[in-house]
């Protein structure tokens, strides 16, 4: 398995990837976007952005990248990145298919995505995400798979994602929602020809959503990397939208909220790979020192207070507009 490369890395940053949803497009739900990108969200200036991070993740270790079809021009800002820099041959790719864009590159779109989890629509995405990111592309992800996804039973899409695995690429499966526990144990269960069809997940996890981490544990140990997006719950656990607790934390530690917030994170053992999504290289910057921070029992009781019910956390998270 490609994740193989990781596993074996020693660097502090070795369990954090970069995700460009962010930087993809020009419209995301992320808090405080305004700020970071400003106005010109032009595609060459998003596509320079992305480059500039790219750049500043490898330099400081970074070897996962995640992106997706949904995510604007992220696949191909990445590809543009990858062919410039022939020497990079030590990167993890990973994408998603299963939401389409439909935003036309406009941050005031009525609708940004539209989900489509069958069979057609993987062979479309496959093909649009081969043209771009040819044989670099290492893992493919069913995009947030819900417990009632057709994803979960469709046989001939289990056949068709068994045969590339079969070819080499790694299969996974990103999840959304209230249930995620019960999307990622119902995905746990999913074999083909014996063999379980799924060898990553990647699932929103934070201090503030907190209800996949039995089922992500259960994943771990069935030998599957887990990745975590969303750390920073789109910014509602970084400066200056955190709570008092994180900020009071993130004060004795001397470090940023952000820091704090992912090393709560990489602290599960079950944690492979924990994303940032920083639309900003100060923000990246800032997301890497979460390697450093060591929090104690105390601190560790009070961030525990953060939790929200997930129902709750899920339905204030589609509320948050698109900026």
Not at 7 to 27: N, S
Not at 51 to 67: F, M, T
Not at 226 to 231: A, F, L, P, R, T
Not at 291 to 315: F, G, H, I, S
Request: proline content about 5%; some cysteine; overall charge negative.
């Amino acid at each position: 398995m490609p994740f193989a490369r990781l596993a074996t890395a020693t660097t502090p940053t070795c369990h954090i990837g970069l995700g460009l949803a962010a930087v993809g497009r020009p419209g995301y739900i992320n808090l405080g976007r305004e700020e970071d990108l400003g106005e010109n969200r032009s595609v060459d200036a998003m596509r320079s952005r992305t480059h500039e991070l790219l750049d500043a993740a490898y330099a400081q270790g970074i070897r996962y990248l995640d992106v997706a079809r949904s995510y604007g021009r992220s696949e191909e800002f990445l590809a543009d990145w990858l062919n410039t820099r022939p020497d990079i041959d030590d990167v993890v790719i990973g994408s998603k298919w299963g939401y389409t864009y439909t935003a036309g590159w406009s941050a005031d779109a009525e609708t940004h995505e539209v989900k489509d989890h069958s069979l057609a629509a993987y062979e479309r995405q496959r093909a649009e995400t081969d043209a771009l990111l040819g044989d670099r592309l290492d893992l493919y992800q069913i995009h947030s798979v819900t417990p009632d996804s057709q994803a979960l039973t469709d046989k001939d899409l289990h056949a068709k994602l068994a045969e590339a695995a079969a070819q080499g690429l790694t299969i996974g499966f990103s999840t959304s929602g209230p249930a995620q526990a019960d999307a990622v144990r119902a995905a746990l269960a999913i074999t083909v020809g014996g063999e379980p069809l799924f060898r990553t997940v990647q699932s929103t996890y934070n201090a503030l959503e907190t209800s996949a981490e039995p089922a992500l544990a259960e994943a771990h140990d069935a030998g599957l990397t887990v990745i975590v997006k969303e750390g920073l719950a789109n910014g509602r656990l970084a400066a200056p939208h955190a709570p008092e607790a994180l900020k009071a934390v993130a004060e004795e530690a001397g470090l940023g909220c952000d820091a704090v917030a992912l090393a709560w994170i990489l602290r599960r053992p079950w944690a492979g790979v924990v994303l940032s999504g920083a639309a900003t290289v100060p923000q990246l910057f800032s997301n890497l020192h979460a390697p450093a921070v060591d929090l104690d029992a105390d601190q560790l009781t009070r961030l525990a207070t953060l939790a929200e019910d997930p129902r709750a956390y899920w339905e204030r998270r589609g509320q948050l507009p698109w900026h």
